[in-house]
């Protein structure tokens, strides 16, 4: 299928790498955030949210981190795997609205 | 569980036309969310139904695009008239609740128009 990649950042890891994915968000009135994986040709999927009153949840190989101060999140996946290779994109809830990043291409060669 | 389902899977119409897009959310799903996602973007939020009512259209381009969800599960998008610079990927999503934070996406409905 047709990617959704085109002219967005892009991260290229080898396998069994960790990748840290970053993201900037503009609304300190948000009150979570969420991380999206999207792979070629099908819809975004949930990895892992993480509330405005935490700086740290770990899921499954992933972990993400929130530093309210700078607005900076960022998802952290251990040991990478070719299939992590997606567009993972970070969303805002405001007033139960979800605004999405720009997103970002991780590319993970074996 | 039954994902969200949309059709058609593609579409490909002239400017002027008009075109629909369908969802099933998955059941029990109260909150459906329609988005617009264009190459290389994130997905934009056009408009958020909670039950049969829409809670968010403020971001929907109202002189053409159109949504409905009249019994409070499926829902249908609508363009008329399209423009080329409607071209882009129509997700569908679906949460339990607007306080749900997980929100279920579907393949969606790539529209390109010519």
């Known amino acids: 299928g047709e990617s959704v990649g085109l002219h967005l950042p892009t991260l290229s890891v080898q396998e069994g790498d960790n990748s840290i994915i970053n993201c900037a968000y503009s609304n300190s009135a948000s009150d979570y955030f969420i991380w999206y994986k999207q792979e070629s040709g099908k819809g975004p999927q949930f990895i892992i949210d993480i509330r405005s009153n935490m700086d740290k949840r770990q899921g499954q190989r992933v972990t993400v981190l929130l530093n309210k101060t700078v607005k900076h999140l960022s998802l952290q996946i251990a040991a990478t795997q070719p299939g992590d290779s997606a567009v993972y994109f970070c969303?805002?809830?405001?007033?139960?609205?979800?605004?999405f990043g720009k997103g970002t291409m991780l590319l993970v060669s074996p | 569980e039954a994902g969200v389902a949309q059709s058609p899977r593609y579409k490909i119409i002239e400017k002027r036309q008009s075109v629909a897009f369908w969802c099933n959310p998955i059941s029990g799903h109260a909150t459906l969310y329609w988005y617009q996602q264009i190459l290389g973007q994130g997905p934009k939020l056009l408009i958020q139904f909670q039950n049969n009512g829409v809670v968010d259209d403020s971001q929907l381009p109202k002189d053409r695009f159109s949504a409905e969800r009249l019994k409070g599960v499926d829902s249908t998008l609508k363009i008329q008239p399209a423009k080329l610079e409607d071209s882009a990927v129509y997700l569908c999503?679906?949460?339990?609740?607007?306080?749900?934070?997980?929100?279920?996406f579907g393949q969606g409905t790539r529209l390109t128009v010519v």
């Open positions: 999503a679906s949460s339990l609740s607007r306080t749900n934070t997980e929100a279920f």
């Open positions: 969303a805002e809830n405001i007033w139960s609205t979800l605004t």
